[in-house]
């Protein structure tokens, strides 16, 4: 039989305030991020638009002169704890730090929303790039390269954990009693550098087997990561040549991990803004844009670039900057821009408050699916992380006119082939890992080589 043919994977971006920092002021858009009912109708529309994935992004930290969704927002598992009740295909993702956080709570929340929601689970693993998260946990910040060494240590036990448990552990065998099958249930044993975790996960194996594992990292750490350990990921691109080259080099890195291609999407994040002609799309933009004052973006532009802007005059040049210790990927990408395209820090400036640093595409329904399609065929991406500068208008815009082109086009499905994420993202179940392939055995297992009770 013929191979079918390629199709795109798209995710939604979801900030209920919207993904520009003043979407909100937008007539009509929504203006929270605590609120469950507009995170609702969000995965309803994306779910109408047959998307794979809806992503919650999480900091650990508050600043009120920052983008609002960033300041005031849901924790994410409880928001999609909820959602899984409320939706049937979508896939549900969520960031987790592994600065701040520790492998056996990921493990487990995660493995709870793969059963809650029947497969759909995905986490975003981050090493947290802002400092500020340090004061709420009385804990300095470590640098970028100790982050990532921690990180590798991390997932690596998260995965261990998951695959403590296996298929048929749970047997609830009413006539003999029996409930557990102990010789498929293993104690992980991990004593690391960083964490000593014994397990096993007080939670069986997951629909999924382990839940999908998503990235962002830029960096040479943060791809070296992402190479070994990740599903998907999340890329900050402004220039569709360097996008192809940062797929073709991460696929060079993936050979050596003996994966290929196929094992892991790539997503640049874009903000599409929709209008019946680019006219009516650059004049949405510039309403968006002029809702921004001199200042509401500042805190941002200094956080992507690592560097306080404040004093910098907006209309001056793009000062020449290094790559900070917070996020290699947005300042790698902003100030190529910069560069290529000869821009002033105003230019910056306004990137940053209309996508966070993200690429922004102006026009019709078909000029954008145009656009989107030349990424896709030429090698640029395998999707899209699509992140609307508001709700839910926005967004309806593009899942009821972007989506039918891009169907028409057979670019993208009319309807999911199956019920989890690891179906829409065309990815195997795993198989248990070696990390807790035959370790421990729970209590270092019994002479007979069965595992013993706990």
């Known amino acids: 039989m013929p191979e079918a043919p390629r199709q795109m994977h798209l995710g939604v971006f979801v900030l209920g ?9 937008y007539p009509g858009a929504a203006d929270s991020f605590q609120s469950l009912e507009v995170i609702q109708r969000i995965a309803a529309t994306a779910e109408r638009g047959k998307f794979d994935l809806l992503f919650l992004g999480d900091g650990l930290s508050a600043n009120i002169n920052d983008h ?4 005031a927002r849901f924790e994410p598992i409880t928001m999609l704890s909820a959602l899984a ?35 759909r689970a995905a986490w975003n693993a981050v090493t947290t790039s802002g400092s500020s998260a340090a004061a ?3 804990r300095d910040h ?25 298929d048929g552990a749970i047997v609830a065998d009413r006539e003999s009693g029996r409930y557990f099958d102990p010789r498929k249930v293993r104690a992980l044993n991990h004593q690391g550098r960083y964490f000593q975790v014994k397990g096993p996960l007080n939670i069986g194996r997951t629909p999924q087997g382990r839940p999908v594992i998503l990235q962002a990292g830029a960096s040479e750490p943060g791809q070296a990561l992402a190479a070994r350990t990740a599903d998907a990921i999340f890329s900050v691109t402004q220039d569709i040549g360097e996008s192809r080259a940062f797929r073709a080099g991460f696929h060079a890195r993936l050979a050596g991990f003996g994966r290929g291609p196929e094992e892991v999407a790539i997503l640049p994040g874009v903000m599409p803004v929709i209008g019946d002609t680019l006219a009516e799309a650059r004049a949405e933009l510039d309403r968006l844009q002029s809702f ?4 509401d973006a500042l805190a941002m532009l200094g956080y992507r670039l690592g560097t306080d802007m404040s004093a910098y005059p907006l209309d001056g040049p793009v000062p020449d900057l290094p790559l900070p210790d917070t996020s290699h990927g947005f300042a790698r990408a902003m100030l190529a821009k910069a560069r290529r395209e000869k821009l002033m820090l105003r230019d910056l400036y306004n990137l940053t408050a209309a996508a966070r640093g993200h690429w922004v595409i102006c026009g019709t329904a078909a000029t954008i699916a145009d656009t989107l399609e030349e990424w896709f065929i030429t090698g640029a ?26 169907q028409r086009r057979g670019l993208y499905r009319r309807d999911y082939a199956g019920r989890m994420l690891r179906d829409h993202l065309d990815l195997p179940r795993p198989e248990i890992s070696s990390l807790a392939n035959g370790i421990g055995k729970l209590t270092g297992g019994g002479r007979d080589g069965r595992a013993e009770a706990v």
Do not use: K
Request: proline share 7%; aromatic share 16%.
């Open 381 to 406: 991406a395998d999707g899209f992380n699509i992140l609307p500068p508001y709700f839910p208008w926005a967004f309806d815009r593009f899942v009821d006119q972007v989506v039918p082109e891009l």
């Open 68 to 71: 609002p969704s960033f300041a």
């Open 136 to 138: 709420n946990f009385g």
């Open 85 to 119: 009740a409320t939706t049937t295909h979508l896939g549900l993702g969520a960031t987790m730090s592994t600065t701040y956080c520790e492998p056996y709570q990921v493990a487990r929340f995660f493995a709870s929303l793969d059963h809650l929601s029947g497969g």
């Open 17 to 25: 305030t919207g993904n520009h920092i003043a979407g909100w002021r």
């Open 142 to 166: 470590p640098r970028h390269g100790a982050r990532y060494d921690i990180a590798e240590e991390f997932v690596d036990v998260v995965c261990g954990l998951w695959d403590c448990w296996e």
């Open 292 to 295: 921004v004052g001199e200042t």
